[in-house]
T-cell receptor, first 115, second 115 residues
Framework: KAGVTQTPRYLIKTRGQQVTLSCSPI?????VSWYQQTPGQGLQFLFE???????NKGNFPGRFSGRQFSNSRSEMNVSTLELGDSALYLC??????????????FGNGTRLTVT | GNSVTQMEGPVTLSEEAFLTINCTYT??????LFWYVQYPGEGLQLLLK?????DKGSNKGFEATYRKETTSFHLEKGSVQVSDSAVYFC??????????????FGKGTTLSVSS
């Protein structure tokens, strides 16, 4: 079974631009979560989607948004990029949305560099 | 708010040594607790979990016990191998998030095992 796939692996953008990251979950997984990983703050929860609806949201500004499609694939968008948005963005999928604490399966991430 | 504190790394051990990685947490309510591991070049994966006080999670020779009285979830292994070299993350699920998908992570501890 294919794992969680994130594209692209690397991105370089300029301040003020916007960016879209993509995540394909494991087949059959309906929940997709996004995390930001930086050396200073570590791993921080951005948001989670289930059945095309945002179910949970972390403490990030509105410049960070996402969506989920009917096939469970998800995208996240960051608008008006700032230098501090440089990070590794991780996507995780989960099998069972009604069973608490199902394991999260992480992708290898997209490394975003903002210059 | 909810938070996780884990010991700073790196931790350097010889093969067959005993491993302890300390993790303490602060949370309202009754969170579930997790250890995730990231091997070189791979995505994070669940190592073990415990969902209530006094539960012991175990996997691949690793163990951790959910201690409510000391708000701790220390990771232990009796005899480490070179293949255990990785980054280990302690995490808790926000009790307000019943699906358990919005995890709060510690900063991670790098373990390096030499033969």
């Amino acid at each position: 079974k294919a794992g969680v796939t994130q594209t692209p692996r690397y991105l370089i953008k300029t301040r003020g631009q916007q960016v879209t990251l993509s995540c394909s979950p494991i087949s059959g997984h309906r929940s997709v979560s996004w995390y930001q990983q930086t050396p200073g703050q570590g791993l921080q929860f951005l948001f989670e989607y289930f059945s095309e609806t945002q179910r949970n949201k972390g403490n990030f500004p509105g410049r960070f948004s996402g969506r989920q499609f009917s096939n469970s694939r998800s995208e996240m968008n960051v608008s008006t990029l700032e230098l501090g948005d440089s990070a590794l963005y991780l996507c995780a999928s989960s099998l069972e949305a009604t069973k608490p604490n199902s394991p999260l399966h992480f992708g290898n991430g997209t490394r975003l560099t903002v210059t | 708010g909810n938070s996780v504190t884990q010991m700073e790394g790196p931790v350097t051990l010889s093969e067959e040594a005993f491993l302890t990685i300390n993790c303490t947490y602060t949370a309202t309510g009754y969170p579930s607790l997790f250890w995730y591991v990231q091997y070189p070049g791979e995505g994070l994966q669940l190592l073990l979990k415990a969902t209530k006080a006094d539960d012991k999670g175990s996997n691949k020779g690793f163990e951790a016990t959910y201690r409510k009285e000391t708000t701790s979830f220390h990771l232990e292994k009796g005899s480490v191998q070179v293949s255990d070299s990785a980054v280990y993350f302690c995490a808790l699920s926000d009790p307000a998030n019943q699906a358990g998908t919005a995890l709060i992570f510690g900063k991670g501890t790098t373990l390096s095992v030499s033969s």
